[in-house]
């Protein structure tokens, strides 16, 4: 069975960067669409970003777009978050997740994913 496993989380002060791996126990990445999750203490969990193979290859969350980068290196079995430009509202618990979301109007929802790392926190401070 596939495991998530996430790496890469801290506490960072507002406006520095951030970078979450999320590497692959079993089998290869390629298949998958790929995608990060948050949920903040209190809050629903909410779609961060996703990657697909076929286009269009990303997806962002108006919340974090121009500042969160999704890639994967499928050489390396891990897709990683690059985040710049944190603010206080990006504090989480930030989990990636695999999956075969049914079409592009779907990589934002959650239960499209069948595979979830068992996250990472993401403190920023102000």
């Known amino acids: 069975q596939d495991q998530l496993e996430e790496s890469g989380g801290g506490l960072v002060q507002a406006g520095g960067s951030l970078r979450l791996s999320c590497a692959a126990s079993a089998r290869p990445f390629g298949e998958y669409a790929m995608a990060w999750f948050r949920q903040a203490p209190g809050k629903e969990r909410e779609f961060v970003a996703a990657?697909?193979?076929?286009?269009?290859?990303?997806f962002y969350a108006d919340s974090v777009k121009d500042r969160f980068t999704i890639s994967r290196d499928n050489t390396k079995n891990a897709v990683f978050l690059q985040m710049d430009s944190l603010i206080p509202e990006d504090t989480a618990v930030y989990s990636c997740?695999?999956?075969?979301?049914?079409?592009?109007?779907?990589?934002?929802?959650?239960?499209?994913?069948?595979?979830w790392g068992q996250g990472a926190q993401v403190t920023v401070s102000s």
């Open positions: 997740a695999a999956g075969y979301p049914a079409g592009t109007t779907r990589v934002k929802i959650a239960s499209e994913y069948i595979y």
């Open positions: 990657f697909r193979w076929r286009g269009p290859l990303t």
